[in-house]
């Protein structure tokens, strides 16, 4: 949990002194503004506290092996986020994505408070990409994929002040 926390952490630090202009501005045609990556991890993780809440309430147990989740960190592999991952082209305030962000990563901490370490381990439900994954595969994917978007906004930041120079 404390890398998770981390990582939001640089995420919203490197978001913070953005105008709202700025995070909505799109980089180029086809490609998301920062707005939609904030949302889109908003959307991921939501996903997964349902996932966990749905996979809590049964009484099965499926243990899976450990899946090389640092994957996710090689940005040279495209992806295409599904339809309901996928974020609005809405304008969006700086506020209302953090208060999102904020809803999403309380509702996960809730949903694994009191969880013992076997349910951690031995419940798991399915990923697109990586199939089963434990709850605390899980919990670390988010990790990832936000370190993955973390480097995608840096990106955005940087091609949008190349268009203001």
Do not use: C
């Amino acid at each position: 949990m404390e890398k998770i926390q981390k990582t939001r952490e640089k995420l919203l630090q490197s978001v913070r002194s953005l105008s709202n202009e700025q995070l909505n501005a799109v980089p180029e045609e086809g490609k998301w503004s920062i707005a939609q990556v904030l949302e889109h991890l908003y959307l991921m993780e939501m996903n997964t506290v349902d996932g966990i809440l749905e996979t809590l309430s049964k009484d099965e147990y499926n243990p899976t092996e450990e899946k090389p989740l640092y994957h996710i960190l090689d940005r040279t592999v495209k992806r295409v986020a599904p339809d309901d991952l996928t974020p609005s082209e809405k304008f969006q305030t700086l506020e209302e994505l953090i208060q999102k962000l904020e809803k999403s990563r309380e509702a996960l901490l809730q949903s694994i408070e009191g969880v013992s370490e076997e349910d951690l381990e031995q419940k798991s439900f399915i990923h697109r990409r990586y199939g089963l994954l434990s709850i605390r595969q899980w919990v670390s994917l988010i990790g990832y994929h936000e370190e993955r978007h973390l480097q995608q906004i840096e990106e955005i930041k940087g091609t949008l002040l190349k268009k203001v120079n």
